[in-house]
């Protein structure tokens, strides 16, 4: 069956630390892996996606993120945080139909 | 490229009325259209799918003479929620599915919020 694990619900980190989300899947086919970003009351902000090729996949906000089939995974990250990045983080798979993973709340405190 | 709109963006409405929401592909023609619901601190659920000129398709649990869908062109569908209560609030999302190179992938849009009273 098809689904995303975003096991991490709520991480803090400072202003100016580095950043790891971490998304599992199970999907079963080839991905299409995507990152999005939500502000409170606001929409859904792609922030980049994995369709093939190159596994390391740079977004938009200094994000990139990692796609390691073996592990089934795909780690955004970030090297240097800023206070704006606080947000609602979701990992989707999929392309017709897709699959949301549940959230990471991000908190970045000075 | 690849916009999708909805409105209104926030709308308020007493418990029995109905309302409308609109989703449009801006530069794109999205055969297939998908309305997704978010309660406070959760993820995107999907309600339906619909694609133009057909019935659209339901998930599991999803009422759908109380969530009418219509998806009348290749720019445009609409949700509406019939006689609405109170345990109808939530944001409202929608997507179109659009091609980019060969890949079909979904654009979502800003989100209706729904206020109940």
């Known amino acids: 069956a098809q689904s995303v694990t975003q096991p991490d619900i709520h991480i803090t980190v400072s202003e100016g630390a580095s950043l790891e989300l971490r998304c599992n899947y199970s999907y079963g086919a080839t991905p299409y892996l995507f990152w999005y970003v939500q502000s409170p009351g606001q929409g859904l902000q792609l922030l980049l996606k994995y369709f093939s090729g190159d596994t390391l996949v740079q977004g938009i906000k200094g994000f990139e993120a990692e796609f390691k089939r073996s592990q089934s995974s795909f780690n955004l990250r970030k090297p240097s945080v800023h206070w704006s990045d606080a947000a609602e983080y979701f990992c989707a798979v999929g392309g017709n139909q897709f699959y949301f993973g549940t959230g990471t709340s991000l908190t970045v405190i000075p | 490229g690849a916009v999708v709109s909805q409105h209104p963006s926030w709308v308020i409405c007493k418990s029995g009325t109905s309302v409308k929401i609109e989703c449009r592909s801006l530069?794109?023609?999205?055969?297939?259209m998908f309305w997704y619901r978010q309660f406070p601190k959760q993820s995107l659920m999907l309600m339906a799918t619909?694609?133009?000129?057909?019935?659209?398709?339901?998930e599991q649990g999803v009422e759908k003479d109380k969530f009418l869908i219509n998806h009348a062109s290749l720019t445009l569908s609409t949700l509406t929620v019939t006689s609405a209560h109170p345990e109808d609030s939530s944001f409202y999302i929608c997507s179109g599915l659009g091609h980019q190179g060969s890949t079909d992938t979904q654009y979502f849009g800003p989100g209706t919020r729904l206020t109940v009273l």
């Open positions: 619909s694609n133009e000129g057909s019935k659209a398709t339901y």
């Open positions: 530069d794109f023609q999205a055969t297939t």
